[in-house]
């Protein structure tokens, strides 16, 4: 049984880690603020998007992001519906979210994007750093044209 | 990081959070319900009782209006446009200040809303302080930055950006 002490903590650290979600939802949204965004990636961190990318260490995720708003001018990461779990441990964790991104690509094209992330934590000197993001997109479509007819757009 | 001491002060910081995120939740609820209400008697004395007395409400869109008064006309103003809304709040980041009797908090919403008869899409970021009075939470300072407020049919790339509010 976890004490009372462990408990709490346990309740601390999943605050902290949607904290840390949502910072980095706002870097991402602050066209996409490279440095920012790599503040929150621990140093062998591995971002996966899927159509947009696998990126491994936090130099190649900074890159990445220093050249995502040629693509997306305009993003609004609507994280929701987050379920994370705290290993017993206290120093890592997992969480599961969706998000629904209204955005702006490259036209202007006003785009649905809609997915889930699949995340892993880790807590370096008492704060919670992302260790793997993975992201998966159930769908990216043009405003007009909707999930159905057109699923995936083409990034070229 | 968590600067409490003991189990019980950490305990309290997460139902202080878990309290603002409440208000915001009712804040939300209580607006959509009045705003969609057909006989509209909103703003209420119950809506309004959800700010401090010295409340400010704030946009890029709509400007800044200071105390219950000027919230109940700005709010007003509101209910005899709109018809429907949803505001759906999203992802809270709630800050307790060290004292425990104040506290900040960011949320996304993504709204839908009908306004004049058109529906129209509406994003903003909120950035709110709240005060603790007689252990109560109350709404203390609502910014809203709206990124965009676009009508269904065009979507938001074809309407010109919005002003930015200062930080």
């Given amino acids: 049984m976890a004490s009372l002490e462990e408990k709490v903590q346990r309740l601390?650290?999943?605050?902290?880690?949607?904290?840390?979600?949502?910072?980095?939802?706002?870097?991402?949204?602050?066209q996409y603020n490279p440095d920012g965004i790599a503040s929150l990636f621990v140093e062998d961190?591995?971002?996966?998007?899927?159509?947009?990318?696998?990126?491994?260490?936090?130099?190649?995720?900074?890159?990445?992001?220093?050249?995502?708003?040629?693509?997306?001018?305009f993003a609004?990461?609507?994280?929701?519906?987050?379920?994370?779990?705290?290993?017993?441990?206290?120093?890592?964790?997992?969480g599961s979210?969706?998000?629904?991104?209204?955005?702006?690509?490259?036209?202007?094209q006003a785009m649905w994007c809609a997915g889930?992330?699949?995340?892993?934590?880790?807590?370096?000197?008492?704060?919670?750093?992302?260790?793997?993001?993975?992201?998966?997109?159930?769908?990216?479509?043009?405003?007009?044209?909707?999930?159905?007819?057109?699923?995936?757009?083409?990034?070229? | 990081m968590p600067s409490e001491r003991t189990v019980e002060q950490r305990l309290q910081r997460l139902e202080d959070i878990a309290a603002v995120r409440q208000l915001k939740h009712t804040y939300a609820k209580l607006m959509d319900a009045g705003l969609c209400h057909e006989n509209k008697a909103w703003p209420d004395d119950r809506f309004l009782a959800l700010?401090?007395?010295?409340?400010?409400?704030?946009?890029?869109?709509?400007?800044?209006?200071?105390?219950?008064?000027?919230?109940?006309?700005?709010?007003?103003?509101?209910?005899?446009?709109?018809?429907?809304?949803?505001?759906?709040?999203?992802?809270?980041?709630?800050?307790?200040?060290?004292?425990?009797?104040?506290?900040?908090?960011?949320?996304y919403t993504w709204e839908t809303i009908t306004a004049d008869g058109q529906p129209i899409w509406l994003a903003a970021t909120y950035n709110d302080d709240f005060v603790k009075r007689d252990r109560r939470w109350l709404i203390k300072h609502v910014r809203s930055n709206i990124q965009f407020r676009s009508p269904y049919h065009q979507g938001w790339a074809a309407e010109a950006p919005l002003p930015q509010m200062g930080a």
């Fill in chain 1, 116 to 156: 889930t992330y699949r995340d892993e934590y880790v807590k370096v000197d008492g704060k919670w750093y992302f260790q793997n993001v993975n992201a998966n997109l159930d769908f990216v479509s043009p405003y007009e044209k909707g999930w159905v007819a057109e699923q995936y757009t083409d990034l070229e």
């Fill in chain 1, 76 to 94: 609004l990461h609507l994280t929701v519906g987050d379920k994370i779990e705290v290993d017993p441990s206290g120093t890592t964790a997992k």
């Fill in chain 2, 51 to 107: 700010f401090a007395d010295d409340a400010i409400w704030e946009s890029n869109v709509h400007g800044r209006h200071e105390g219950r008064e000027a919230l109940r006309a700005l709010f007003a103003g509101w209910a005899a446009r709109i018809t429907f809304a949803k505001h759906h709040t999203i992802a809270p980041s709630i800050d307790i200040a060290p004292s425990g009797a104040e506290a900040s908090g960011h949320w």
């Fill in chain 1, 12 to 30: 601390l650290d999943i605050q902290e880690i949607r904290d840390l979600k949502t910072q980095y939802a706002m870097y991402c949204d602050d």
């Fill in chain 1, 97 to 108: 979210w969706y998000i629904i991104m209204p955005a702006t690509f490259k036209g202007p």
């Fill in chain 1, 45 to 73: 961190a591995i971002w996966d998007g899927g159509m947009f990318g696998h990126y491994e260490g936090r130099a190649a995720i900074r890159e990445f992001f220093a050249g995502a708003s040629d693509t997306i001018e």
